[in-house]
């Protein structure tokens, strides 16, 4: 999957709890980007950042929050106020925001709530 | 605002006959057109890109697109179908006159291949 690698795998929460997802890339990659996969949706935006420390809502950014300290690194932290959060959710990155470069994506996390 | 269609849920085609997946965009601007393969409960691969130039496009596992600006489609062809190539396939379009801020995903077409 491209230099990109999320942890973990499957992830169970407990309604009312935080939850952070790991993505890391070592792609040295500008862009990094956080989807949200449902069944017949197709994937659906949540966060974006184009460079260290700056980071930008997408279409579904609300129950969700993300930080960018590492060029490396982009953290997503699904939060109680996300009603919905069962869902498959994919990191992705690209060399550059605004250019012709296809993204590249991780192998994805399933969150299930209980 | 830019959007992709993907107007068949399912695919199914027999090992060995061509296959298509169609793709319809719609963008402000030029566009930059791409496809991605999923397998699954994995994360999505590129397949090929469309920038400028030449309508048709080659890629990755003997896939090819063709892009038609009149029709603002970007089907997805290969000649001869694999078993394997049965996944989830993903349109996505890239606005550029919009600074190419974000892609725009399609729902996404089965594609079963039968042997």
């Known amino acids: 999957d491209g230099g990109i690698t999320q942890s973990p795998k499957y992830l169970f929460r407990k309604e009312g709890q935080n939850v952070t997802l790991s993505c890391e890339q070592n792609l040295n990659h500008d862009a990094m980007y956080w989807y949200r996969q449902d069944p017949g949706q197709g994937l659906r935006l949540i966060y974006y950042s184009q460079i260290v420390n700056d980071f930008q809502k997408g279409d579904i950014a609300e129950g969700y929050s993300v930080s960018r300290e590492k060029k490396e690194s982009f953290p997503l932290t699904v939060t109680s106020a996300q009603k919905n959060p069962t869902a498959f959710y994919l990191c992705?990155?690209?060399?550059?925001?605004?250019?012709?470069?296809?993204?590249?994506f991780g192998p994805g996390t399933r969150l299930t709530v209980l | 605002a830019q959007s992709v269609a993907q107007p068949e849920d399912q695919v199914n085609v027999a090992e060995g006959n061509p296959l298509t997946v169609k793709c319809t965009y719609s963008v402000s601007g030029n566009p930059y057109l791409f496809w991605y393969v999923q397998y699954p409960n994995r994360g999505l691969q590129f397949l090929l890109k469309y920038i400028t130039g030449d309508n048709l496009v080659k890629g990755s596992y003997g896939f090819e697109a063709e892009f038609n600006k009149s029709q603002t489609s970007f089907h997805l062809k290969k000649p001869s179908a694999l078993v394997s190539d049965s996944a989830l396939y993903f349109c996505a379009v890239r606005d550029l006159d919009n600074y190419g801020q974000n892609f725009v995903f399609g729902p996404g077409t089965r594609l079963s291949v039968l042997p």
């Open positions: 992705a990155s690209s060399p550059r925001l605004a250019g012709i470069n296809e993204q590249f």
